[in-house]
């Protein structure tokens, strides 16, 4: 089942900006939170950032806090990362999930039970 189409991605010199989208499916973004989580090469896939259901609150990953932001389009259901001042680490395929909460540790949060992973979006940074 459909429920999530990740974009933006691509080759992206250190330092760069890019943003990412994700269009959701199937469900409401203002009925459940909803995530970025990023998987790079040889290493676990671990939660970046979330946004609340209610839009109340946002939570980062110290790798990426003050770098990147997430934000979201309810009426477009969909959900962007805004990446700055990228490095080589942020190399990785980037994915989005629906939550049960946006809480705790962010890197090790997990998707909701019945949440599906799209296709993801690879982001390479290089020069």
Do not use: H
Request: net charge positive; glycine share 12%.
């Amino acid at each position: 089942q459909l429920q999530f189409v990740e974009s933006g991605g691509g080759l992206v010199q250190p330092g760069g900006s890019p943003r990412l989208s994700c269009v959701v499916f199937g469900f409401r973004l203002d009925d459940y939170p909803i995530a970025w989580f990023r998987q790079a090469p040889g290493k676990e896939r671990e939660g970046v950032s979330c946004f609340s259901a209610g839009g109340g609150f946002t939570k980062y990953s110290d790798s990426v806090k003050g770098r990147f932001t997430i934000s979201r389009d309810v009426a477009k259901n969909s959900v962007y990362l805004q990446m700055n001042n990228l490095t080589p680490e942020d190399t990785a395929v980037y994915y989005c999930a629906k939550l049960n909460y946006c809480s705790g540790y962010v890197p090790t949060l997990r998707p909701k039970e019945n949440s599906s992973w799209g296709q993801g979006t690879q982001v390479t940074v290089s020069s």
